[in-house]
T-cell receptor, first 112, second 117 residues
């Protein structure tokens, strides 16, 4: 079955630390990949997306993600986090159709 | 330039009542998606609609749940005879008909938090 896994449920970091959030999916075909962020009390916003081309994609707010096809992964990274990055982060995948399949989310807490 | 609108933002119902959730897509968008987020879980796809058509309802429970997206007006997700297990956040997303290299980005609304007493 097609699925998306985010193994880190809750990550706590100090400001200026580097961030990497894992996302893996199970499917051998063509996929489109997304990272969404949900700040406290707000709706989901798109951070970045990948559908073809350069596997390293840049998003908003200094985030980037790398698609590694051989590992079925699309990990989210940021070299230096800020307190304002405290939020919940969702990886989502389109498996060849229109609906998004989401991971369970990773709650990121940044300590000032 | 309003985004996706959902109302109400919070809805409280007693068991057995009906819940109606509304979603107005972004201007120019003709595709609507509904997702449900249960506590401590990610979003789960429910249904995908275009104007007057249900395209994919593979995530909808077989009973009590229905969705529509009429020619005029918002999309409606209806839950009849609600039970406590229906308590969740329901998110609507919309996308345009035009494709950006084959992928439509979905824009999300703020969600409706349904509480069933």
């Amino acid at each position: 079955a097609q699925s998306v896994s985010q193994h880190n449920h809750h990550v706590i970091l100090s400001e200026a630390a580097s961030l990497e959030l894992g996302c893996n999916y199970s499917y051998g075909g063509t996929v489109n990949l997304f990272w969404y962020v949900q700040y406290p009390g707000q709706h989901l916003q798109l951070l970045l997306k990948y559908f073809s081309g350069d596997p390293l994609v840049k998003g908003i707010k200094g985030f980037e993600a790398e698609f590694i096809k051989s590992k079925f992964s699309f990990n989210l990274r940021k070299p230096s986090v800020q307190w304002s990055d405290t939020a919940e982060y969702f990886c989502a995948v389109k498996f060849g159709n229109e609906k998004l399949t989401f991971g369970t989310g990773t709650r990121l807490t940044i300590i000032p | 330039n309003a985004g996706v609108m959902q109302n109400p933002r919070h809805l409280v119902r007693r068991r057995g009542q009906e819940a109606r959730l509304r979603c107005s897509p972004m201007k120019g968008h003709s595709h609507v998606y509904w997702y449900r987020q249960l506590p401590e879980e990610g979003l789960k796809f429910m249904v995908y609609l275009q104007k007057e058509n249900i395209i994919d309802e593979s995530g909808m429970p077989k009973e009590r749940f229905s969705a529509e997206f009429p020619k005029e007006g918002p999309s409606i997700l209806r839950i009849q005879q609600v039970v406590r297990g229906d308590s969740a956040a329901y998110f609507c997303a919309s996308s345009s008909r035009l494709r950006d290299r084959g992928v439509n980005e979905q824009f999300f609304g703020p969600g409706t938090r349904l509480t069933v007493l």
